[in-house]
């Protein structure tokens, strides 16, 4: 079986949630090809995956010896990323935990999302401005009922909307901080 799968640099956490979730109705994952997940059918298990960046060190035996010995069992080497699986009543630490490529790729993320965050604020109100203020003649809110404004709604909507995913990603970066630097 396979699936197609789009999770974020930042989003790992959710990447194991949802494998997880497939090895609790049977499915494994064998390999991985960009966003495409290739699993084979097993038994129902219920198991915990685990996600490390491995950066441009790709099979790094010692690492993946270190992690066997701790209880995980070495899934692949996909693209920048190694997978591992562990049965989900044992309680190692995560793998990431106190790595210093994950902490400076997670910061480097950071950096961008905050970069972004701060880019859309003036742009978004820049635009919000042009359209209410030189198109519009000014801003009154019962013109966001008027079907000619509809442009002008929609644009404030997408741009509170942009904030709210910027802010939620970066929240979720920030929680996969803490759990590295454990």
């Not at 090895?23 to 685990?50: I, M, N, Q, R, T």
Request: proline share 4%; aromatic share 12%.
């Amino acid at each position: 079986m396979t699936k197609t799968r789009i999770f974020p640099c930042w989003a790992l956490d959710a990447e194991e949630k949802w494998l997880s979730a497939l090895a609790a109705k049977g499915h494994y994952l064998s390999s991985k090809d960009g966003e495409v997940y290739v699993f084979e059918k097993g038994e129902p298990d219920s198991v915990c995956y685990a996600v490390e960046y491995a950066g441009k060190t790709h099979g790094d035996p010692a690492r993946i010896a270190e992690l066997e010995e701790k209880g995980f069992s070495f899934v692949g080497h996909f693209g920048r990323k190694r997978y591992y699986l562990r049965p989900a009543a044992e309680g190692s630490d995560h793998p990431s935990v106190g790595s210093l490529a994950e902490l400076e790729r997670l910061h480097t993320v950071q950096s961008n999302l905050m970069t972004a965050i701060l880019l859309n604020i003036p742009g978004t109100l820049y635009c919000l401005l042009y359209i209410f203020l030189f198109i519009k003649g000014g801003l009154l809110f019962s013109d966001l009922a008027n079907p000619e404004s509809l442009p002008c709604t929609l644009g404030a909507m997408l741009g509170i909307f942009s904030f709210a995913v910027l802010f939620r990603w970066l929240s979720a970066l920030n929680k996969r901080i803490k759990k590295v630097k454990l």
